[in-house]
């Protein structure tokens, strides 16, 4: 029987990926190792009795007693706080979704690789923090990691039996956000709520107001570079605003491969689960007589600044991840605290990437782990000062 463990398995992927495991026969069809949530443990306890968890781990230490309470009698065991989550990635399981979301997946995902496991990788933040140390981890161990990001997911079947120095250029296909019709002038009064109302996904809340920004598709630029090892400049992104190609790639002879399907995480994370066969999914066919049309256009780099930071993120390397990553995790906290303004965001990680210039590293810098959680820390800190100096200046 084939083990399985979800990291994050009370968010978004994770109940997604949980409604793609009861469908295919639950705690009859799989040995569920370990499942992990935040602060939502009462949603926790109930999947985990569901699926028959061997362990369940929430990240906030303060709900371990009511979820021993829910969990009690249940034979599933219970444990909380960050080091347990990592604890419980050190249980053995054939396949682990990484589905955390944040900076905080980083660990949990690279004990995974470990033991050898594969790696269903939604947790793009893990990547774009410490992606050499996550690939290197997987090659040292014989680990495979699948990507989920859709994006990801698209490039990765669109390259199937091909050769990837055949590969041109890898075009990201974007919606655009829930703001992407708005006035330029308009973004700045923009509020969470704006933010929120995406078109076409439906996502967790970080992702959702990341998408608006683009924040999200600089994160999947970085992702890009360092899951499939191509140059930065290879890397392009274009709006696609009815989200039905999920990425293309290009090749040398000028054909292109693109991944079309209807706008369900649920494909990717199935397709991860099935690999390398497919399995029948409950995701919407498309109906392409009635789409009858697609449409593109460039992103403005005037709307969408995280763009740019990303090609500056990605021609530095070193620790500039690490710190772009963070930098951003606080700008989104302090939008969603209504402490910084919509289009301040990416000011206020473009400030802390300045200000942490001579720490950032020189290109290609293989780091280790605690130089990058050093980093991740560092950066937390001053954006939080470069935040409060701006809130000074507005
Ligand atoms: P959600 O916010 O919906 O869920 C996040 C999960 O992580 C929850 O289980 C949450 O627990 C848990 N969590 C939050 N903080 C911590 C922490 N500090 N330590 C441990 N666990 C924590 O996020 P999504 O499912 O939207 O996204 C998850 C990841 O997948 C992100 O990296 C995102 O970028 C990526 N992704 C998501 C897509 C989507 O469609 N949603 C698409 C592509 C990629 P709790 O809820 O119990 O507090």
Redesign the pocket.
């Known amino acids: 029987m084939r083990s399985i463990s979800i990291f994050?398995?009370?968010?978004?992927?994770?109940e997604q990926t949980v409604d793609l495991l009861r469908r295919a026969g639950g705690a009859g069809a799989f040995r569920v190792v370990a499942l992990?949530?935040?602060?939502?443990v009462a949603?926790?306890a109930e999947i985990a009795r569901e699926l028959q968890a061997e362990v369940a781990v929430c990240?906030d230490p303060d709900g371990l007693v009511e979820l021993r309470e829910r969990l009690a009698e249940s034979g599933v065991a219970v444990a909380a706080g960050?080091e347990a989550?990592a604890e419980a990635a050190d249980r053995p399981a054939d396949w682990v979704m990484s589905?955390?979301?944040?900076a905080?997946?980083l660990v949990p995902g690279l004990r995974v690789l470990r033991h050898g496991a594969t790696l269903a990788l939604?947790?793009?933040?893990s990547l774009v923090t410490a992606g050499p140390l996550l690939m290197a981890e997987a090659a040292a161990h014989g680990a495979r990691i699948l990507p989920?990001?859709?994006e990801h997911s698209a490039i990765f079947q669109a390259l199937v039996g091909e050769d990837i120095a055949a590969v041109e250029r890898i075009v990201l296909t974007a919606s655009g956000g829930a703001l992407r019709d708005w006035p330029l002038e308009a973004l700045a009064a923009a509020r969470v709520e704006d933010a929120l109302a995406h078109p076409n996904?439906a996502?967790?809340?970080?992702?959702t107001i990341d998408s608006a920004s683009m924040f999200n598709k600089a994160l999947e630029v970085i992702e890009t570079r360092e899951f499939f090892g191509v140059e930065p400049d290879q890397i392009e992104v274009i709006i696609h605003p009815e989200s039905l190609i999920h990425s293309m790639v290009g090749y040398r002879d000028g054909a292109i491969m693109a991944h079309l399907g209807a706008p369900d995480?649920r494909h990717s994370i199935g397709y991860a689960l099935n690999w390398p066969k497919r399995a029948d999914l409950p995701v919407a066919r498309l109906d392409l007589a009635r789409i009858a049309s697609l449409t593109f256009r460039a992103p403005d780099l005037a709307r969408y600044p995280a763009l740019r930071l990303a090609r500056d993120v990605m021609a530095r390397r070193g620790l500039s991840g690490a710190a772009f990553n963070a930098a951003k995790e606080v700008a989104l906290d302090q939008f969603l605290a209504g402490r910084l303004g919509f289009m301040r965001m990416a000011e206020l990680v473009e400030r802390t990437l300045a200000a942490l210039d001579p720490e950032l590293g020189g290109s290609n810098l293989l780091n280790g782990l605690e130089d990058v959680l050093a980093m991740d820390h560092l950066a937390r800190v001053r954006a939080v000062e470069t935040a409060r100096r701006m809130a000074g200046d507005a």
């Open positions: 994050g398995a009370t968010g978004s992927v994770g992990t949530g935040g602060r939502n949603r926790l990240a960050p989550i589905a955390i979301v944040g905080a997946g939604a947790n793009k933040e989920v990001d859709s996904w996502m967790g809340q970080r992702i995480m």
